[in-house]
């Protein structure tokens, strides 16, 4: 299998993954609308925002298999454009990826990281749980 067609399939799942998430977050901060409006009187709100807590974990959990794909992906390209250009071959066409691409990728990472660190310290992770 080629790398570049396995990247260029996995990154469109992942983003139709994540969207699928993102709708369901919404439908459920819809629903914690309704029922501190009184739309939804046997609606216990506290699951509902646990819900919501749980789907913005997924998310994040799904941006990050995507960054290290993408990652994975952008490293392999710039460590074969430095053994092309080591080797005095011209690149010819081919997608190559530039040192600040992979410091924007890990970057992002490392960002996405944190957030899903301090939301599962806020939903009793790791120091939360018995």
């Known amino acids: 299998m080629d790398t570049d067609a396995g990247v260029d399939h996995l990154l469109p799942q992942h983003d139709k993954l994540i969207n699928?998430?993102?709708?369901?977050?919404?439908?459920?901060?819809?629903?914690?609308?309704?029922?501190?409006?009184?739309?939804?009187?046997?609606?216990?709100?506290?699951?509902?925002?646990?819900?919501?807590?749980?789907?913005?974990?997924?998310?994040?959990?799904?941006?990050?298999?995507?960054?290290?794909?993408?990652?994975?992906?952008?490293?392999?390209?710039?460590?074969?454009?430095?053994?092309?250009?080591?080797?005095?071959?011209?690149g010819r066409g081919e997608r190559s990826a530039k040192p600040e691409d992979l410091v924007r990728l890990t970057t992002n990472l490392m960002q996405l990281a944190t957030e899903l660190e301090e939301l599962a310290s806020h939903m009793g992770g790791r120091q939360g749980e018995a």
């Open 20 to 90: 699928l998430y993102n709708e369901a977050r919404a439908a459920t901060r819809s629903a914690i609308r309704a029922a501190q409006t009184g739309g939804g009187k046997d609606v216990d709100v506290d699951e509902l925002h646990a819900l919501e807590r749980a789907l913005s974990g997924r998310i994040l959990e799904v941006s990050l298999a995507r960054g290290q794909v993408a990652v994975a992906d952008a490293a392999g390209r710039f460590t074969a454009a430095l053994t092309k250009q080591a080797a005095g071959k011209p």
